[in-house]
Each structure stands twice: as structure tokens, then as C-alpha cells.
């Protein structure tokens, strides 16, 4: 036996680095921005992991993974939480781009931040995105190797309320659209990796993008009408697959699971009502001189 069969066959220590070759990580992502690839983008929301593992299979580049898939925990559960939800997400898709949401508790201090977004990192997200984060906080993570991809634009969440009174179209004035812009200019500066541009005209999302040397992910954010576009773009997958009872304006279906999913139950139980499952290739039998034996030792008993 060579000495490198022995050592993969019988070394103790495991690989030095959890990085895994050919995973889409920001510097990935960023090569495509700087190759005009675009990027692909989508989020599971509700509807879990197995969507996220289809995705995968067909080459999305990233999944914006929202903190629980229970909705009624605390943020502060929802810290407690993430290594289990980012790892049971990572499972099933091992090479996409894992950027996981994560609301003000996580940073509410830049120590606090850097605390979280470390176990963040090391329970194996890509990148955090931490919604309406300051810069000085930020800095401070990206400083300490944190790989932050965030939002400008519409925040989404309890974030929108005080101001804007819930979701709100962002940039349709001069002013308005400059005030996006500065927050992406000074996130980028402060460290930012990547950004989401949400609910802003596509006028003003490609500027952004063209302005930005990181790479700029379109949600909602409109269309030129000229080809000139962001970065790349993102859909929720309860959009693609036209489960929203009311779809957003920006949203286009690609097809409807619950008449997909509808066929299949009904398909199974029409099956089994009739009696046409199982058939002979569903199942197996018992030996026949077992059988006679069983047979004969049930009705004794």
C-alpha cells in the first residue's frame, strides 16, 4: 500500500479547511458580475429545503434563506435556531450559495453581530444579510472577515412600518433614488460584498449596479425596457410555482405546484380506491410452505 492510500484510508484528522471546492461563494459571485454573467437568485420562503435542492440541481446561483421555517419563533429563538436551519438547507443543496437572512437581534451591537454572524459562517452560510445594518457595524464584521451580502431599497419586515407604513416603491424621484444609491455606495465602502436592490424603477437599479463594483441582485426592481439591467435577479419560489393567492406585480409563474401536487394525490388515491394499487410489482410473497405453516398457526390460535 502506497503512503497516500494509507493516509486516505486511515488518517485521523479531517480536512484542515471547511471550504468546498467549487461552492459558489461571494468571490464566485463576483466573478460573474465582473464576467456580465448574470446571477440567479431565488428564496424558498414557506415551502423548504426540497425546493432549495431543486434549485440546486438547476444551477441556481444563490438562495436567500430566511431565518425559521416557523414562523411564529422570536428572533431571538430564530438565533438559537440557524445553525440547524442553514445546516438542513446546506444538506440538501451542498454547492449553492447559502445567503441567510437575519433580523436587528443578531446585531444590535457590532459585538453581537460579529458573535452571530461567526456562528453564522461556521454552521456554513455563504453570506449574512443582515436587514438594515449601519455601517459602523458593518465595517467591524466585514474587518473581521464576516462576508456580508445585504439589502438596499425596501427593507423587508417590521423595518418598513414607522417610516413607510409597510412595503413602499423606492427611487421614483431624483432625490428619493440618490438617498438608495448613497446607502449602497457606503455599504459597499464599509465592506459589503453583494447587494439586493428591492422594489426600486429599473432605471434606477441598473445606475446602481453599473455604479456598484459589487454585485447588484434585482427583487422587484423593474426594467429598463432597454436590456440594461442588474446584476442578476431574484424570485420567491412561492411566485415560481404560483402559490401566492395574489402574485406581486414583479412575479411570473413557471408553473402551479398545488395543480402538480393535486394530480399526484389525486392520481394516488383514485389508485388505491379502486384497488388498482398494490399490483403484483408493488409487493413480494411469502414462501409457500412458510405460508401453509403461518396459516395453520394463526387458526389454531
Known amino acids: 500500500m502506497t503512503d497516500e492510500q494509507m493516509k486516505a484510508m486511515f488518517s485521523p484528522f479531517p480536512k484542515m479547511s471547511k471550504a468546498v471546492r467549487g461552492r459558489k461563494t461571494i ?77 436587528t437581534e443578531a446585531f444590535y451591537c457590532k459585538e453581537a453581530a460579529l458573535k452571530n454572524f461567526s456562528n453564522f459562517h461556521y454552521a456554513d452560510a455563504d453570506s449574512i444579510l443582515p436587514m438594515g445594518i449601519n455601517n459602523e457595524t458593518l465595517k467591524y464584521v466585514s474587518d473581521n472577515h464576516c462576508a456580508i451580502y ?93 402559490l401566492m393567492s395574489k402574485p406581486a406585480s414583479h412575479a411570473k409563474s413557471y408553473g402551479n405546484f398545488l395543480q402538480f401536487a393535486y394530480g399526484v394525490y389525486a392520481a394516488w388515491a383514485n389508485d388505491v380506491r379502486t384497488k388498482a394499487y398494490p399490483t403484483e410489482e408493488n409487493g413480494f410473497h411469502m414462501d409457500p410452505a412458510e405460508l401453509e405453516k403461518f396459516n395453520e398457526m394463526i387458526e389454531k390460535f
Request: proline residues 5%; negative net charge.
Open 27 to 103: 468571490h464566485y459571485l463576483q466573478k460573474l458580475k465582473d464576467e456580465g454573467t448574470p446571477i440567479v437568485q431565488h428564496c424558498p420562503s414557506m415551502v423548504g429545503p426540497i425546493f432549495a435542492m431543486a434549485a440546486a440541481m438547476a444551477d441556481i446561483d444563490i438562495l436567500r434563506l430566511q431565518p425559521t421555517d416557523n414562523v411564529s419563533n422570536s428572533a431571538e429563538q430564530a438565533i438559537k435556531e440557524a445553525s440547524l436551519q442553514i445546516g438542513k438547507y446546506r444538506s440538501m443543496s451542498p454547492m449553492i450559495h447559502i445567503n441567510y437572512v437575519t433580523d
Open 150 to 242: 445585504g439589502h438596499v431599497g425596501a427593507l423587508s419586515g417590521w423595518q418598513t412600518m414607522p417610516k413607510y407604513g409597510g412595503y413602499k416603491r423606492m427611487g421614483k424621484t431624483a432625490e428619493d433614488a440618490m438617498e438608495v444609491f448613497k446607502t449602497a455606495y457606503e455599504y459597499q465602502e464599509n465592506g459589503m460584498k453583494a447587494m439586493s436592490v428591492e422594489l426600486t424603477p429599473g432605471e434606477v437599479s441598473a445606475a446602481i449596479a453599473k455604479k456598484m463594483r459589487v454585485p447588484v441582485i434585482g427583487i422587484a426592481a423593474g426594467t429598463t425596457g432597454s436590456g440594461v439591467t442588474v446584476d442578476g435577479y431574484e424570485m420567491v419560489d412561492t411566485d415560481l410555482f404560483g
